[in-house]
Protein backbone atom coordinates (compact mmCIF):
# COMPACT_ATOMS: atom_id res chain seq x y z
CA UNK A 1 0.00 0.00 0.00
CA UNK A 2 1.58 3.51 -1.05
CA UNK A 3 1.58 5.86 1.85
CA UNK A 4 3.56 8.81 2.74
CA UNK A 5 5.02 6.10 5.44
CA UNK A 6 5.86 3.29 2.31
CA UNK A 7 7.93 2.78 -0.57
CA UNK A 8 6.75 0.67 -3.10
CA UNK A 9 10.33 -0.32 -4.69
CA UNK A 10 11.82 -1.90 -0.92
CA UNK A 11 11.85 -5.27 -0.16
CA UNK A 12 13.86 -7.94 1.22
CA UNK A 13 15.31 -10.55 -1.39
CA UNK A 14 15.77 -12.66 1.27
CA UNK A 15 12.22 -13.55 1.66
CA UNK A 16 11.91 -14.23 -2.12
CA UNK A 17 12.21 -17.84 -4.17
CA UNK A 18 14.63 -17.99 -6.86
CA UNK A 19 12.65 -17.49 -9.91
CA UNK A 20 14.75 -19.35 -12.24
CA UNK A 21 12.18 -22.46 -12.59
CA UNK A 22 9.43 -19.82 -13.56
CA UNK A 23 7.75 -18.17 -16.47
CA UNK A 24 5.73 -15.07 -15.85
CA UNK A 25 3.99 -12.88 -17.94
CA UNK A 26 3.47 -9.04 -17.70
CA UNK A 27 0.59 -7.46 -19.29
CA UNK A 28 0.92 -3.81 -19.88
CA UNK A 29 -1.47 -1.12 -20.99
CA UNK A 30 -0.52 1.31 -23.02
CA UNK A 31 -3.05 3.84 -21.31
CA UNK A 32 -1.11 6.65 -19.70
CA UNK A 33 1.96 5.07 -21.50
CA UNK A 34 4.42 6.95 -19.10
CA UNK A 35 3.51 5.50 -16.38
CA UNK A 36 2.69 1.92 -17.11
CA UNK A 37 6.34 1.51 -19.17
CA UNK A 38 8.05 2.15 -15.75
CA UNK A 39 5.96 0.05 -13.48
CA UNK A 40 6.62 -2.72 -15.76
CA UNK A 41 10.05 -1.93 -15.79
CA UNK A 42 10.08 -2.24 -11.96
CA UNK A 43 8.51 -5.60 -12.21
CA UNK A 44 10.80 -7.03 -14.86
CA UNK A 45 13.82 -5.76 -12.92
CA UNK A 46 12.44 -8.08 -9.73
CA UNK A 47 11.95 -10.76 -11.78
CA UNK A 48 15.60 -10.75 -13.63
CA UNK A 49 17.45 -9.48 -10.00
CA UNK A 50 15.66 -12.57 -8.33
CA UNK A 51 16.45 -15.80 -11.00
CA UNK A 52 13.64 -15.46 -13.51
CA UNK A 53 15.48 -16.20 -16.96
CA UNK A 54 14.76 -12.98 -19.37
CA UNK A 55 13.33 -15.90 -22.12
CA UNK A 56 10.70 -16.58 -19.50
CA UNK A 57 9.59 -12.76 -18.78
CA UNK A 58 6.55 -12.51 -21.71
CA UNK A 59 5.70 -8.73 -22.24
CA UNK A 60 2.58 -8.16 -23.98
CA UNK A 61 1.06 -4.90 -24.26
CA UNK A 62 -2.88 -4.00 -24.58
CA UNK A 63 -4.57 -0.95 -24.96
CA UNK A 64 -5.62 -0.28 -22.05
CA UNK A 65 -6.76 -1.55 -18.43
CA UNK A 66 -10.04 -2.74 -19.19
CA UNK A 67 -8.79 -5.16 -21.07
CA UNK A 68 -6.39 -6.70 -18.66
CA UNK A 69 -8.79 -9.16 -17.47
CA UNK A 70 -9.05 -11.04 -20.56
CA UNK A 71 -5.50 -11.10 -21.52
CA UNK A 72 -4.55 -12.18 -18.32
CA UNK A 73 -7.08 -15.47 -18.73
CA UNK A 74 -5.74 -15.75 -22.08
CA UNK A 75 -2.08 -16.32 -20.54
CA UNK A 76 -2.52 -18.07 -17.73
CA UNK A 77 -4.66 -20.72 -19.96
CA UNK A 78 -1.00 -20.81 -21.89
CA UNK A 79 0.80 -24.04 -20.84
CA UNK A 80 3.83 -23.10 -19.12
CA UNK A 81 3.00 -19.54 -17.66
CA UNK A 82 3.33 -19.97 -14.11
CA UNK A 83 1.98 -16.49 -13.17
CA UNK A 84 0.42 -12.95 -14.71
CA UNK A 85 1.48 -9.32 -13.48
CA UNK A 86 -1.28 -6.86 -14.64
CA UNK A 87 0.02 -3.16 -15.12
CA UNK A 88 -2.18 -0.67 -15.74
CA UNK A 89 -2.82 3.01 -14.30
CA UNK A 90 -6.60 4.74 -14.56
CA UNK A 91 -6.56 8.26 -13.25
CA UNK A 92 -10.09 9.67 -11.49
CA UNK A 93 -11.55 11.82 -14.37
CA UNK A 94 -14.73 14.15 -14.14
CA UNK A 95 -17.09 11.07 -14.78
CA UNK A 96 -17.79 8.01 -13.26
CA UNK A 97 -15.62 6.12 -16.07
CA UNK A 98 -13.24 5.68 -13.59
CA UNK A 99 -15.83 3.83 -10.76
CA UNK A 100 -16.52 1.58 -14.10
CA UNK A 101 -13.29 0.79 -15.29
CA UNK A 102 -11.52 0.46 -11.42
CA UNK A 103 -14.56 -1.77 -10.47
CA UNK A 104 -14.48 -4.20 -13.51
CA UNK A 105 -10.41 -4.54 -13.41
CA UNK A 106 -10.21 -5.17 -10.14
CA UNK A 107 -12.67 -8.26 -10.18
CA UNK A 108 -11.85 -9.17 -13.33
CA UNK A 109 -8.09 -9.56 -12.32
CA UNK A 110 -9.75 -11.57 -9.00
CA UNK A 111 -11.65 -13.98 -11.00
CA UNK A 112 -8.76 -14.94 -13.27
CA UNK A 113 -6.68 -16.26 -10.71
CA UNK A 114 -9.48 -18.10 -9.02
CA UNK A 115 -10.30 -19.33 -12.21
CA UNK A 116 -6.85 -20.88 -13.29
CA UNK A 117 -5.60 -21.05 -10.03
CA UNK A 118 -2.15 -19.09 -10.85
CA UNK A 119 -1.34 -15.90 -9.54
CA UNK A 120 -2.65 -12.97 -11.41
CA UNK A 121 -1.20 -10.29 -9.77
CA UNK A 122 -2.77 -6.45 -9.65
CA UNK A 123 -0.15 -4.31 -10.35
CA UNK A 124 -3.20 -1.16 -11.50
CA UNK A 125 -2.73 2.21 -10.27
CA UNK A 126 -5.87 3.80 -9.13
CA UNK A 127 -5.37 7.33 -8.28
CA UNK A 128 -6.91 10.39 -8.31
CA UNK A 129 -4.26 12.55 -9.63
CA UNK A 130 -1.80 11.69 -12.54
CA UNK A 131 0.58 13.46 -9.87
CA UNK A 132 -0.28 10.58 -7.62
CA UNK A 133 0.19 8.04 -10.50
CA UNK A 134 3.96 9.46 -10.93
CA UNK A 135 4.85 9.09 -7.52
CA UNK A 136 3.60 5.23 -7.80
CA UNK A 137 5.51 4.66 -11.09
CA UNK A 138 9.11 5.47 -9.26
CA UNK A 139 8.18 8.88 -7.81
CA UNK A 140 8.40 9.45 -4.01
CA UNK A 141 6.37 6.45 -3.01
CA UNK A 142 8.27 4.02 -4.88
CA UNK A 143 7.25 1.87 -7.95
CA UNK A 144 4.28 -0.18 -7.90
CA UNK A 145 5.69 -2.24 -10.57
CA UNK A 146 8.19 -3.99 -8.18
CA UNK A 147 5.56 -4.52 -5.81
CA UNK A 148 3.79 -6.45 -8.27
CA UNK A 149 6.90 -8.79 -8.82
CA UNK A 150 7.78 -9.28 -5.65
CA UNK A 151 4.20 -10.16 -4.92
CA UNK A 152 4.11 -12.92 -8.07
CA UNK A 153 7.58 -14.45 -6.83
CA UNK A 154 6.37 -14.88 -2.81
CA UNK A 155 2.75 -16.16 -4.32
CA UNK A 156 4.47 -18.64 -6.52
CA UNK A 157 6.52 -19.55 -3.35
CA UNK A 158 3.45 -20.00 -1.41
CA UNK A 159 1.95 -22.36 -4.34
CA UNK A 160 5.15 -24.11 -4.61
CA UNK A 161 5.44 -24.95 -0.39
CA UNK A 162 1.76 -26.13 -0.38
CA UNK A 163 2.32 -28.44 -3.07
Not at 16 to 37: H, K, Q, V
Not at 67 to 96: F, H, M, N, Y
Amino acid sequence: MATIHTNLSEYNSATLPNGTPFTIAIIRSEWNDDITSNLAMGAEQVLLENGVKPENVLRIDVPGAFELPLSAQWLAEKEGIDAVICIGTVIRGETAHFDYVCQAVSQGVKDVGLKTNKPIIFGVLTDDTKQQSIDRSGGIHGNKGIEAGVTALKMLGLKSAIK
